[in-house]
C-alpha cells in the first residue's frame, strides 16, 4: 500500500505540476545528514580566451573563475545531459549526466561566439526541444536535444521573434507554452516591460508568438495594490525637476509616461494547470498574474514590505559582527529574483527569493545611500522634501527615524550606525504633491530569506502572505557560518582580465578587488570570502536569489540560497504554513580561508548559484532525490542527494522538482567575458603590465575536473521532523 502511495505522489508531479497533500505522505523520512555532498563538475566556458596553448582535448578549452561558465543551465532528464550557457559568449557546453560528475561531451554549441548576448536555456525533455534567448537579436533559438541513441551536435529548428530584450523563459508543466519575459532595460519608453507566450512548436509554419503587454494599469491601481513603484508619473516630474533630466519636453517621457516603463519582468513560474502565469516584478516587489488563453494580464499583486520596525531585525552594520537592529520607521522591499510554485492541497502557492535590486533610467537612480539622503542637523539632500516629524528632531541629529543613518550618526555616540542603501520609490515617499514629496519610511532593497503567499482563485483578489523566514537565515549564518555572513565573493575577485575583455574597467575591478597580500604566496590576489563579512550589510545583506521545491523522503521540500556567499537553507514545508527548518550549510566551505584562484585549484564550491533544480530517483545519475546547484560565477556542477529512511520509488517524473533559471540582473556579469583564471602560464597581456598581475607558471596544478566526496562541506542539521 506504501508503494502504491509513493507512486500515486509522484505521478502528481509527472508534468512537471509539482502538488503535494498531506494525505499522501506515507511515512518516510529523512535520515543522517539529510542532503549530503556527492560530486562536482569544473565546466568550460568556451573556446580558450587568451594566448594560451589548448590545456585539455575537450572541446572547450578555457577553465576559469569568473567567467560565468554555468551562467544558467538545463537538464534534459529524459536523455540525461545537461547544457550549460556560458556567459563569456554565444557558448553552450553539454554533459552527460547519466553518472557522476559527468563528462563534458563534444556536442557543444558555438551560437555566436564571444559577439551575442546569451541570457537563458531551457530544456522540454518529452518534446526533446532546447530553447535559447538571444537578447541582443530580440530572438530564441529552437534546438533538438541530443538524443543518447544516435547524439550529435542539436540541429537547430526555428529562429523566433521574441520582442524586445527577451531574457528569462519558463516552459508550461504539460510543455506546450514557452514564456518569454522581454526585460525592460530601464533606456526608453518604448521598451515597457513585457511577456511573449510562444506555442505550437512543431507546427508547419512554425512557432507561434502572443505578446502580453504589461501597460494596462494606472498608477492609481498599482499603489493601491502595494505595488512598489520606482518611478510613478509624479515622481518623474519631482526628479525631472530637482535633476534637470529633460524629460518636459514635448512628447518627452513625461508625457509618453506609463507605469510598464518602470516594469522589471524577472522571473516567471506558471500555476498547476497551465491557466496562469505568474510574472515576477522583481524591482517593483510585485507580481503580474496572466491568462495563457487569452494572453492578457488579469492582475498585479504587490509582495508587501517586510516590517523591521520591531523584533528581531536585520544586520544592516558593517562592523565585521553580526549586529541584528530594528528602528521604528525601518522596512525592506523583497524584490524577488527567483520564485517557485505548488499546488498545495488544491490550492496554489507561491514561493519568493527575497534578494533585491534597484530601477535605474537615465541620470535618475532610485537607489541612495542613507548619509546622503539624512545630511544631520534636521536636514534632507533634496529639494522640497517633507517627511513626518518622527524621522527628525530640529536641529538634533541624534534623534527620530533618521538618527543610525544620517551622516554625522558617527560622531553621536549611537549604538550602531549604518550608511544603509535607501529607496526613494513609492514605498518609501508620498509623490501624490509633485512639488513636495513626503518621505514616511525608511527602505530598504531585499528581504534577506524567503517568504510564501498564497494565491487566490479569484484575481481580483491580492495575494496574501502565510509565512517568512524573517531572521533566521541571518541569524543561522551568524551562528555557523560567521565568516559567510554578508560576506562577497564576486566575479571581480578573478585574479586577472582576458583578452575578450582588456577594457580599463576590468583592470580597475582586478586592481580594487585583489590584494598584494591576499593572493598564492602573497602574491595580487582577492580575499578570501571569510575576510569580506559584512561586505554587503549595508546593501542586499545574503542576497537570496533562488528558491526550489521539490518531494523528497515523502515530504515537501523548499531551498534557498545566498549569491555571493554560497549559503544555502532547506526546510521542509509539507505543513506548508508552518514550514520546519532542517538544515544550513555552505556549497563552498573552502572558500572561508581560501580565495577563488587558490580554491579552483583544489576545491572551490558553487559560487551564486543562479540555477537549481531539484531531480527525482529516475532522473538522477545516483537514483536519489536531490538537487543539481551550478555556480554561475564559480564555473562548477554539483550534485547533493537526500537521504532518507527508507527507498524512494524511482520513478522518473519529469520536472515537478522545479528549476529555478534566473535572469541576469544589474550586479551579473554584462557583455561577454569579464574576467577569468586560466589554470596554465599567463602569455601576451599587454593590460598585465598595468595591473601587475604575475604568471602562474612553475606553480601550475593540473584542473580534475570531478571532484568527489565530502570536501569538508560543514552544515548543521536541525532535528529531524
Known amino acids: 500500500m506504501t508503494q502504491i502511495l509513493i507512486l500515486t505522489a509522484l505521478l502528481a508531479v509527472m508534468a512537471e505540476a509539482l502538488t503535494f497533500s498531506r ?23 568556451g573556446p580558450d580566451l587568451i594566448s594560451d596553448p589548448p590545456q585539455t582535448d575537450q572541446p572547450w578549452t578555457g577553465f576559469g573563475y569568473g567567467l560565468g561558465a554555468t551562467e544558467h543551465w538545463a537538464y534534459d532528464h529524459k536523455e540525461k545531459y545537461i547544457y550549460s550557457q556560458s556567459e563569456a559568449g554565444g557558448y553552450v557546453t553539454i554533459i552527460d549526466y547519466n553518472a557522476l560528475p559527468g563528462v563534458v561531451t563534444p556536442y557543444s554549441m558555438n551560437v555566436g561566439g564571444r559577439n551575442v548576448d546569451v541570457r537563458d536555456i531551457v530544456v522540454c525533455s518529452e518534446e526533446g526541444l532546447l530553447f535559447l534567448t538571444l537578447t541582443d537579436r530580440s530572438k530564441v533559438l529552437m534546438y533538438e536535444t541530443v538524443k543518447r541513441s544516435s547524439p550529435g551536435t542539436p540541429t537547430l529548428l526555428s529562429e523566433i521573434d521574441a520582442g524586445n530584450s527577451p531574457d528569462a523563459m519558463k516552459l508550461s508543466n504539460d510543455c506546450s507554452i514557452l514564456a518569454v519575459a522581454n526585460q525592460n532595460e530601464g533606456t526608453s519608453v518604448l521598451n515597457q516591460g513585457a511577456v511573449t507566450l510562444v506555442t505550437n512548436f512543431r507546427s508547419a509554419s512554425g512557432p507561434e508568438t ?10 492609481e491601481y498599482l499603489l493601491g495594490r502595494e ?30 509616461y506609463n507605469p510598464a516603463l518602470a516594469f522589471d519582468p524577472e522571473f516567471l513560474a506558471f500555476n498547476n494547470d497551465g491557466t496562469e502565469l505568474y510574472l515576477n516584478l522583481q524591482q517593483n516587489s510585485a507580481m503580474v498574474r496572466i491568462s495563457t488563453a487569452t494572453g492578457t494580464a488579469l492582475s498585479v499583486d504587490g509582495y508587501g514590505l517586510k516590517d523591521l ?19 521604528p520607521c525601518l522596512f525592506l522591499a523583497r524584490s524577488p529574483d527567483g520564485i517557485a510554485t505548488v499546488e498545495y492541497e488544491g490550492v496554489n502557492y507561491v514561493l519568493l527569493a527575497e534578494e533585491g535590486s534597484d530601477f535605474d533610467l537615465g541620470d535618475y537612480e532610485e537607489k541612495a545611500d542613507s548619509n546622503d539622503i539624512f545630511q544631520g542637523n ?44 535607501l529607496t526613494v520609490g513609492s514605498s518609501a515617499v508620498d509623490y501624490t504633491d509633485p512639488t513636495a514629496p513626503k518621505m514616511n519610511r525608511i527602505v530598504g532593497f531585499g528581504g534577506r530569506g524567503i517568504s510564501i503567499f498564497r494565491v487566490p482563485s479569484n484575481v481580483q483578489q491580492q495575494i496574501t502572505m502565510v509565512w517568512e523566514s524573517g531572521s533566521e537565515f541571518e541569524e543561522r549564518t551568524c551562528a555557523d557560518f560567521p565568516w559567510a555572513n554578508n560576506a562577497l565573493t564576486d566575479e571581480e575577485f578573478a585574479p586577472i582580465c582576458t583578452d575578450s575583455n582588456q577594457d580599463f574597467e576590468c583592470a580597475r575591478w582586478i586592481l580594487v578587488s585583489n590584494d598584494d597580500r591576499e593572493g598564492i604566496n602573497e602574491s595580487t590576489g582577492a580575499c578570501p570570502m571569510g575576510s569580506t563579512v559584512d561586505t554587503k550589510a549595508q546593501q542586499d545583506g545574503l542576497g537570496v536569489e533562488t528558491v526550489v521545491v521539490g518531494i523528497a523522503c515523502d515530504h515537501l521540500v523548499a531551498l534557498g540560497c545566498g549569491e555571493n556567499n554560497a549559503m544555502c537553507f532547506l526546510y521542509d514545508i509539507s505543513d506548508i504554513e508552518s514550514p520546519v527548518h532542517l538544515k544550513t550549510f555552505n556549497l563552498s566551505p573552502s ?18 548559484a543562479e540555477t537549481i533544480q531539484f531531480i527525482y530517483p529516475g532522473q538522477s545519475p545516483t537514483g536519489k532525490s536531490g538537487f543539481i546547484f551550478g555556480g554561475a560565477i564559480s564555473g562548477t556542477l554539483s550534485f547533493w542527494e537526500f537521504e532518507c529512511a527508507s527507498e524512494e520509488t524511482a520513478q522518473s517524473g519529469s520536472g515537478g522538482g522545479q528549476s529555478q533559471e534566473l535572469s541576469d540582473s544589474d550586479e551579473s556579469l554584462e557583455g561577454g567575458a569579464i574576467a577569468g583564471i586560466v589554470i596554465g602560464s599567463v602569455v601576451g597581456l599587454a593590460l598585465l603590465a598595468v595591473i601587475a598581475l604575475r604568471a602562474m607558471g612553475g606553480n601550475k596544478k593540473e584542473i580534475d575536473t570531478g571532484k568527489t566526496g565530502s570536501s569538508d562541506h560543514t552544515e548543521t542539521v536541525d532535528g529531524l521532523a
Open 23 to 45: 494525505s499522501d505522505m506515507t511515512g518516510n523520512n529523512f535520515a543522517g545528514d539529510i542532503l549530503t555532498f556527492k560530486d562536482r563538475l569544473y565546466v568550460p566556458y
Open 210 to 219: 502572443k505578446t502580453v503587454l504589461l501597460n494596462t494599469f494606472t498608477d
Open 227 to 256: 505595488v512598489h513603484m520606482p518611478l510613478t508619473r509624479n515622481a518623474m516630474i519631482y526628479w525631472n525637476a530637482e535633476l534637470g533630466l529633460g524629460w518636459d519636453t514635448p512628447n518627452g517621457l513625461i508625457d509618453q
Open 309 to 327: 520596525t520591531a523584533g528581531s531585525g536585520a544586520d544592516i552594520v558593517k562592523d565585521g559582527e553580526c549586529k541584528l537592529v530594528t528602528n
Open 378 to 421: 534636521g536636514t534632507f539632500a533634496y529639494s522640497n522634501f517633507t517627511f513626518d516629524a518622527s524621522f527628525f528632531a530640529e536641529g538634533d541629529s541624534s534623534a527620530g527615524c533618521s538618527a543610525n543613518f544620517n551622516a554625522e550618526c558617527e560622531s553621536n555616540d549611537l549604538p550602531w550606525c549604518s550608511n544603509f542603501e
Open 591 to 608: 572558500s572561508r580561508n581560501r580565495n577563488p584562484e587558490q580554491s579552483y585549484l583544489d576545491d572551490l564550491g558553487d559560487i551564486d
